[in-house]
């Protein structure tokens, strides 16, 4: 009986050991295929075609949902991490589709404006969002 009883708590212990080293392999793979994704996608994001940008799409969230399964297990370093990587693909998402607006022109301006004045109504109502900045950053 003593033997079934440390054999039993033998294996409750090695289970909680797995699935605490697989909960922390999972969130730190996630920052590193984040990490993995941006940096592809800021290299290579300008080349990409709609078939590219859809597959980033589904891999960003289907990372994201790893990192929001494990959102308050991470260090503030790793967070850190994480909205650096998040930027960096989204700052390559705008760049990409800025450089797509800028093949026609008019369309870019056209299109800030109009979101611009949607959520400046939307601004005056709730008192919630900020305006895009539609002016070209200047270099100095």
């Known amino acids: 009986m003593k033997k079934i009883l440390y ?70 370093k790793q967070r850190s991490r994480i909205n650096h990587a998040r930027a960096t693909i989204k700052q390559a998402a705008w760049d990409a589709l800025s450089n797509t607006l800028d093949l026609f022109p008019g369309v870019k301006e056209k299109l800030l404006d109009w979101y611009n004045s949607l959520f400046d109504n939307f601004k005056k109502e709730t008192g919630e969002f900020e305006s895009v900045d539609t002016t070209e950053p200047t270099e100095n």
Do not use: M, P
Request: glycine letters at 4%.
């Open 7 to 76: 054999y039993l708590c033998f294996a409750v212990i090695l289970s909680c050991i797995a699935t605490i080293t697989a909960s922390c392999s999972e969130k730190s793979r996630a920052i590193n295929d984040l990490e993995e994704l941006a940096d592809d996608v800021q290299q290579n994001g300008n080349s990409y075609g709609i078939s590219e940008w859809q597959d980033v799409f589904r891999q960003y969230q289907s990372i994201n949902e790893v990192i929001d399964k494990h959102n308050g297990d991470y260090s503030q």
